[in-house]
């Protein structure tokens, strides 16, 4: 069973940077498609960025290109999200997320999700 750890989030202020880490469980990152999504109150679930490494392939969501970098440790069997340059409307509960078999920005494309990782961003 895959399994996800999120970690990395907190308290910063506008302008700052966090790191976000995904510690994988159960299988090795690279057969998987591993993702960030995000939630912010009153809204619906967004995709924010996925990785194939297996693939060398990532995907960004307009909202954060330039912004937000995934990459991951295979040795360590963990991504990450480098947030840069953060705003309050990157305020969130941040999950990870993988898919098998699959490659797609939609939440639903997702068939394993660690528990969220609160990112706050404030002015």
């Known amino acids: 069973e895959v399994q996800l750890q999120a970690s990395g989030g907190g308290l910063v202020q506008t302008g700052g940077s966090l790191r976000l880490s995904c510690a994988v469980s159960?299988?090795?990152?690279?057969?998987?498609?591993i993702g960030w999504l995000r939630q912010a109150p009153g809204k619906e679930p967004e995709g924010v960025a996925y990785l194939s490494s297996s693939h060398g392939i990532t995907y960004y969501a307009d909202s954060v290109k330039g912004q937000f970098t995934i990459s991951s440790d295979n040795a360590k069997n963990t991504v990450y999200l480098q947030m840069n340059s953060l705003k309050p409307e990157d305020t969130a509960v941040y999950y990870c997320?993988?898919?098998?078999?699959?490659?797609?920005?939609?939440?639903?494309?997702?068939?394993?999700w660690g528990q969220g990782t609160l990112v706050t961003v404030s002015s």
């Open positions: 159960g299988l090795a990152v690279d057969e998987l498609v």
């Open positions: 997320a993988a898919q098998r078999g699959s490659m797609g920005a939609a939440t639903t494309n997702y068939g394993y």
